[in-house]
């Protein structure tokens, strides 16, 4: 099964239960992160995208993102990331 996640606008600290919320929900699916609304990324879910990118294929199921809004990818550089290497661990 796959669980389409849509992220919140603002991925910051006040938003980091609720995306570990639906991550969780999820954990048994592949998933597809919806990132065509983000306007803003915090280390907190920035983490918490990570590690699902390191615990999904361990789990042997895929985690992919689309529709990465430019905002999320100017971002993500700051972080030393981009989108293709965000979930980098993701099969």
């Known amino acids: ?5 849509a992220l919140a606008p ?3 600290t006040a938003a980091s239960a609720d995306l ?3 991550l969780v929900a ?4 592949d998933v597809v992160l919806d990132a065509s609304a ?3 990324v915090g280390a907190l879910c920035l983490e918490l995208l990570m590690s699902a ?3 999904w294929p361990k789990a042997g199921h895929t985690i992919s993102i689309e529709n990465t809004s430019p905002q999320m990818t100017d971002d993500l550089g700051r972080f030393g990331l981009t989108p293709d290497t965000l979930l980098e661990y993701a099969s």
């Open 26 to 29: 999820a954990k048994d699916d």
């Open 53 to 55: 990118g390191v615990l």
């Open 10 to 12: 603002k991925l910051d």
């Open 38 to 40: 983000v306007e803003m």
């Open 1 to 5: 099964m796959v669980t389409q996640v």
């Open 20 to 22: 570990r919320k639906a």
